[in-house]
């Protein structure tokens, strides 16, 4: 299924950062956030934190990390997609490989909530409506003030976002230097309209998708180095284009003060980093079957570690030591990520 979408065959740097990625968002949020907002703390998640995280100054237990290598690699793979295949196609594609994931994860985690498991959603304790479903299924509860029903919904958006805004410029794709600086000028003013939106009177929906919109960067980054490394665009242009990508990271840091402390234009930078290591060197690593596992499940896996992972630990607390635990979630997780892949992969 995801195979169409992460071209692992082609990209063996890519695949490698997609599993990384998955992996790092799985412990983050079933070992790092799950286990803090449970008043546990265990002895290796402090030593990691004090040795790896605070020196390097990678917050969120390595979780802005590894959405930010997602981002990278969804924005290098939709613009290799959107510069071979027609529009329609492309749009075929997505409907077929990432619509049924997406209505897959809400609804199981809107029958989660209604059972009284807990999925990882936002707030903890979700209110549901059907508006609040149907917000979800079109991936933008956070702009219309609904309750997330899948907790790590800003970034999702801000593919889908990613997507309306690439299929804007597609006329503009012979062209790259122009395309690129019109999506960068777009994400820009979205970024500060919401900053300005923060600080005055003005409706909330303006500030949450400026939020949301300081994601869109790294798909932009992932896509000024696909046309990098296909020949399209001069590197040097790329590099620059690049940088003020970035720049719009730390830009939407400074005007969201909610945000503040978690350093994360460096994640952005490390993963911006690893990037450039790994796509032109390769990997030999991404011929290990679990690495290709992971990177040919990464978007099922990243649904199912908030949705069935969480909500698994949820109902082993109390009863059962974490150590045995989070295992038990990370293999729930991965079981519905399978049973998702296959059960898609049927219709491809």
């Not at 063996?12 to 968002?25: E, F, P």
């Not at 003013?189 to 500030?207: I, K, M, N, R």
């Not at 719009?248 to 990037?275: I, M, S, T």
Request: hydrophobic share 60%; aromatic share 8%; with cysteine.
């Amino acid at each position: 299924m995801v195979d169409q979408v992460v071209r692992t065959k082609q990209e063996s740097g890519l695949t490698v950062l997609t599993a990384a990625g998955v992996v790092l968002v799985g412990y983050s949020y079933l070992f790092g956030l799950w286990t803090s907002r449970h008043g546990e703390s265990p002895d290796l998640l402090l030593t990691i934190r004090g040795w790896v995280n605070q020196p390097t100054g990678i917050g969120e237990d390595f979780g802005f990390l590894g959405i930010a290598l997602l981002l990278l690699a969804t924005g290098y793979v939709l613009s290799e997609a959107a510069k071979r295949l027609p529009a329609v196609q492309l749009l075929a594609l997505l409907a077929r490989t990432v619509l049924p994931v997406v209505v897959g994860a809400v609804l199981v985690s809107t029958l989660l909530v209604l059972v009284g498991a807990t999925p990882l959603t936002e707030p903890e304790d979700p209110s549901l409506s059907i508006w609040a479903v149907l917000a979800n299924l079109w991936l933008v509860p956070r702009l219309f003030g609904q309750p997330s029903l899948i907790g790590l919904d800003a970034p999702v958006t801000a593919a889908f976002l990613f997507v309306l805004l690439l299929f804007a410029v597609l006329p503009l794709l012979q062209r790259p230097v122009i395309a690129s600086i019109v999506q960068l000028e777009v994400i820009g003013a979205l970024v500060l309209l919401g900053g300005w939106a923060g600080e005055v009177d003005a409706p909330s929906f303006l500030h949450e998708l400026g939020l949301v919109a300081g994601y869109l960067p790294l798909l932009l980054i992932g896509q000024l180095a696909w046309m990098s490394r296909a020949g399209v665009l001069n590197v040097r242009i790329g590099v620059g284009l690049g940088a003020l990508a970035w720049l719009l990271l730390v830009v939407h840091d400074r005007l969201f003060p909610e945000l503040g402390g978690w350093w994360r234009p460096l994640g952005g930078a490390y993963a911006v980093l690893l990037l450039l290591i790994a796509v032109p060197r390769g990997a030999s690593v991404a011929d290990v079957a679990p690495v290709r596992w992971l990177a040919s499940r990464a978007l099922p896996l990243f649904f199912s570690i908030v949705v069935a992972g969480y909500a698994v630990l949820g109902l082993q607390s109390g009863w059962m030591p974490l150590v045995l635990a989070i295992p038990i979630a990370f293999a729930a997780a991965g079981l519905c990520a399978e049973g998702l892949h296959r059960a898609v992969g049927r219709f491809l």
